[in-house]
């Protein structure tokens, strides 16, 4: 279990270098972020304080690598009628051939959520496009100390008919600010109340 760990890791690094040499960076691809790998994500990344957050193949905490790899879908957006967006239907990929494919009739944040996991390596639950499943992926955070949450943790939250599941961005007041696929039919970054959080994984 702990070389799977290991191994989950060592890809989701490698992914992330991949990511910031298309940024116009010259990583080595070796699946270990190291300073320099540290350093580009300072450079692009700076509100996500690399230097307090360790992200290393010995690290079980991903909710860093999650927040970079989701940020770069920030404003991708489902199409009205017929069709999907081209990226958003490539998360669809991953789900059942029975749901229904078409962006703007299934609610996609659990999608976005998985599709994320999956790029970083670290893993999905059973039926991951279901936001109540991410309930019980990863470890929890406890929910009456919102403070220490992390700045990429797993948000799932209650909603009007269902559930909805994101990543953290901050936290301020009684107020939850995360990033989200199928937020406003967007990947956008959304205010939600403490009071709809029903659990905060990482």
């Known amino acids: 279990m702990s070389q799977l760990r290991d191994n989950d890791n060592i890809i989701a690094a490698g992914i992330l270098q991949h990511r910031l040499n298309q940024r116009g960076e010259n990583l080595k691809l070796d699946g270990w972020a190291g ?15 690399p230097q307090t957050t360790k992200i290393h193949p010995e690290s079980s905490d991903s909710s860093f690598i ?55 390596g670290t893993g999905l639950p059973p039926n991951h496009f279901r936001a109540a499943e991410w309930a019980r992926w990863g470890k929890a955070r406890r929910l ?12 799932v939250m209650t909603r009007p008919g269902g559930n909805h599941v994101c990543f953290l961005d901050e936290v301020s007041g009684d107020t939850a600010f995360c990033l ?10 959304a205010p939600f109340k403490l009071s709809r959080i029903t659990a905060v994984r990482y």
């Open 144 to 155: 009456n100390r919102p403070m220490t949450w992390k700045k990429g943790d797993t948000v």
């Open 35 to 49: 300073s320099m790998t540290r350093a580009a994500l300072n450079r692009h990344f700076p509100d996500l304080h």
């Open 180 to 189: 989200g696929g199928n937020q406003s039919n967007a990947v956008t970054i």
């Open 66 to 120: 999650h927040y970079a790899l989701a940020q770069g879908y920030l404003g991708q957006k489902e199409l009205a009628g017929p069709g999907s967006n081209p990226v958003i239907a490539e998360m669809f990929r991953l789900v059942p051939h029975w749901l229904d494919q078409d962006d703007s009739k299934t609610a996609w944040c659990g999608i976005f959520r998985g599709y994320i996991g999956h790029k970083a």
